[in-house]
């Protein structure tokens, strides 16, 4: 979920408590960074990883620990352990997944496709160091476009290494994961590894750049043929599943075809049929992720609500959004999911004082009990925020959504000066010299359609100047300063 954080400076005596301090960013990038990376196939021990930054090498330092899942003293490993280890000899190949029904594996490599350097166009111009674009796409985010492509491997597995290999993109400018926000979810075997199902946006020049059009394609290994599971759906189609037995696929979708800010939408294929169904359609949220049950007969999935991420069931034999039942409730924000083990579920969590950590999840319930404790050394030197939730009213009749974070000692009585500055998925600014106030505005799910409709392909609806000061419960000597970017 995108968010917007409004930072207002503030001129405060010192407000450091006797035992803690405020978050300073030394402290911050201190924290271990925890990710959860899946469970044993027995379902009793919990893998995950912890990286700190290292700011001298400017990389992340990344160490792994398994866990039992009914807690106790967690255990440094090498690695997460794999059942189908393959070695492919390319050392810059990526997303490595292996398939035992079929004794294949595949695996992204980056392939120069088109010349982009001026050398590669005119080789006599041999000092000349530019890129040439004629066309759109020129660059992803920070990332130029060079000519490289990433595309799709298949190969044999031969005694444990990949042989034989063939690409399924030869030839073709086309990107597997998808570019920009494409990952190792975006390629995978159909559990009977029959199939390789893959993402990918089979456009070029201007017509990709525009488009949020990305299809799920399967190609069947036996004969090479390539089918489109998701034509005639415009929008992002992204993230494919299969339940434990293979017969029904999900993913998310979304309609409209240039809207990023669509609503994300969780979809399921029944995969002999081929008949689809869109399973939150009447439901107004929007589906971040999800994972199958062990069983089958349900999907776990994390949604926006009332500015935090929650954990959401839904009951596959429901019909359009009647089966979803909420799970999880608080001020924090459940921000993945690593697994099921009979009735617990493995999540990662996170709120606006802590970074994340794993929880047990009691599915029936909703109660949580902290699984690691990385950081929790750390949070004892450190002074904790006090978070608000409010409800502005604005010009227009509607409620602004907001959490206010005040720092620690916040005195109310101070004159206060406050600029406005705009920054993405902030989740806790806690100097002594700054409140920030999270908030759901338009552009933004977690308050959904009557929000993000309204304003097409773009992000920020900007009713920023609707009340900035209304409703935080301190007044304040003011002059706003910037504004929505």
């Given at each position: 979920?995108?968010?917007?954080?409004?930072?207002?400076?503030?001129?405060?005596?010192?407000?450091?408590?006797?035992?803690?301090?405020?978050?300073?960013?030394?402290?911050?990038?201190?924290?271990?960074?925890?990710?959860?990376?899946?469970?044993?196939?027995?379902?009793?021990?919990?893998?995950?990883?912890?990286?700190?930054?290292?700011?001298?090498?400017?990389?992340?330092?990344?160490?792994?620990?398994?866990?039992?899942?009914?807690?106790?003293?967690?255990?440094?490993?090498?690695?997460?352990?794999?059942?189908?280890?393959?070695?492919?000899?390319?050392?810059?190949?990526?997303?490595?997944?292996?398939?035992?029904?079929?004794?294949?594996?595949?695996?992204?490599?980056?392939?120069?496709?088109?010349?982009?350097?001026?050398?590669?166009?005119?080789?006599?111009?041999?000092?000349?160091?530019?890129?040439?674009?004629?066309?759109?796409?020129?660059?992803?985010?920070?990332?130029?476009?060079?000519?490289?492509?990433?595309?799709?491997?298949?190969?044999?597995?031969?005694?444990?290494?990949?042989?034989?290999?063939?690409?399924?993109?030869?030839?073709?400018?086309?990107?597997?994961?998808?570019?920009?926000?494409?990952?190792?979810?975006?390629?995978?075997?159909?559990?009977?590894?029959?199939?390789?199902?893959?993402?990918?946006?089979?456009?070029?020049?201007?017509?990709?750049?525009?488009?949020?059009?990305?299809?799920?394609?399967?190609?069947?290994?036996?004969?090479?043929?390539?089918?489109?599971?998701?034509?005639?759906?415009?929008?992002?189609?992204?993230?494919?599943?299969?339940?434990?037995?293979?017969?029904?696929?999900?993913?998310?979708?979304?309609?409209?075809?240039?809207?990023?800010?669509?609503?994300?939408?969780?979809?399921?294929?029944?995969?002999?049929?081929?008949?689809?169904?869109?399973?939150?359609?009447?439901?107004?949220?929007?589906?971040?992720?999800?994972?199958?049950?062990?069983?089958?007969?349900?999907?776990?999935?994390?949604?926006?609500?009332?500015?935090?991420?929650?954990?959401?069931?839904?009951?596959?034999?429901?019909?359009?959004?009647?089966?979803?039942?909420?799970?999880?409730?608080?001020?924090?924000?459940?921000?993945?999911?690593?697994?099921?083990?009979?009735?617990?579920?493995?999540?990662s969590r996170t709120d606006m004082n802590h970074a994340a950590?794993?929880?047990?999840?009691?599915?029936?319930?909703?109660n949580m009990n902290q699984l690691t404790h990385v950081n929790?050394?750390?949070?004892?030197?450190?002074?904790?925020?006090?978070?608000?939730?409010?409800?502005?009213?604005?010009?227009t009749g509607e409620k602004l959504f907001s959490w206010v974070?005040?720092?620690?000692?916040?005195?109310?009585?101070?004159?206060?000066?406050?600029?406005?500055?705009?920054?993405?998925?902030?989740?806790?600014?806690?100097?002594?010299?700054?409140?920030?106030?999270?908030?759901?505005?338009?552009?933004?799910?977690?308050?959904?359609?009557?929000?993000?409709?309204?304003?097409?392909?773009?992000?920020?609806?900007?009713?920023?100047?609707?009340?900035?000061?209304?409703?935080?419960?301190?007044?304040?000597?003011?002059?706003?300063?910037?504004?929505?970017?």
């Open positions: 979920m995108r968010r917007i954080i409004y930072t207002f400076s503030i001129l405060l005596s010192t407000c450091l408590l006797q035992a803690q301090s405020p978050l300073s960013p030394e402290k911050l990038l201190s924290l271990g960074r925890v990710s959860p990376q899946g469970m044993s196939k027995d379902g009793k021990t919990v893998y995950y990883s912890v990286s700190v930054p290292n700011i001298g090498e400017n990389k992340n330092s990344t160490k792994f620990y398994s866990i039992p899942i009914q807690g106790g003293q967690a255990i440094e490993i090498p690695a997460v352990p794999e059942e189908n280890l393959v070695t492919v000899e390319q050392t810059d190949a990526e997303n490595i997944k292996a398939s035992a029904a079929s004794q294949k594996v595949i695996y992204t490599i980056e392939v120069k496709v088109a010349p982009s350097k001026s050398t590669e166009r005119y080789p006599n111009l041999s000092k000349s160091n530019a890129y040439i674009y004629d066309d759109l796409n020129q660059r992803h985010w920070d990332t130029w476009e060079d000519g490289y492509y990433s595309h799709l491997f298949i190969a044999d597995i031969v005694a444990g290494f990949a042989v034989r290999e063939k690409d399924l993109f030869a030839g073709q400018a086309f990107d597997c994961p998808q570019k920009p926000h494409g990952g190792a979810e975006d390629l995978l075997f159909t559990p009977d590894g029959s199939h390789v199902i893959y993402v990918t946006k089979k456009k070029s020049g201007k017509a990709y750049a525009i488009s949020t059009n990305t299809d799920i394609y399967a190609y069947q290994i036996n004969s090479g043929e390539t089918s489109n599971l998701t034509e005639g759906m415009e929008g992002y189609d992204t993230n494919p599943a299969f339940n434990n037995d293979g017969s029904q696929m999900a993913w998310l979708s979304m309609k409209t075809d240039g809207f990023e800010s669509d609503k994300n939408e969780l979809w399921v294929m029944d995969m002999n049929s081929k008949v689809k169904r869109n399973l939150t359609e009447e439901w107004d949220e929007n589906v971040a992720s999800f994972t199958w049950s062990e069983d089958g007969k349900k999907i776990f999935f994390i949604a926006p609500t009332k500015g935090t991420e929650q954990l959401y069931e839904l009951d596959l034999m429901g019909e359009k959004g009647n089966g979803i039942r909420q799970i999880t409730k608080g001020k924090f924000d459940v921000t993945g999911i690593a697994g099921q083990h009979e009735n617990t579920l493995i999540v950590e794993l929880y047990t999840v009691d599915i029936s319930t909703g929790d050394e750390a949070y004892r030197d450190i002074a904790q925020c006090e978070i608000k939730e409010r409800y502005t009213e604005l010009e974070i005040y720092p620690p000692n916040f005195d109310p009585s101070k004159n206060i000066l406050y600029s406005c500055i705009a920054r993405w998925a902030a989740k806790c600014i806690v100097a002594i010299l700054f409140i920030p106030l999270e908030f759901s505005v338009d552009g933004e799910s977690g308050l959904y359609r009557d929000c993000t409709e309204p304003y097409g392909n773009a992000w920020l609806g900007c009713k920023m100047e609707c009340g900035h000061q209304q409703g935080l419960g301190w007044k304040s000597n003011a002059r706003l300063s910037g504004g929505c970017r």
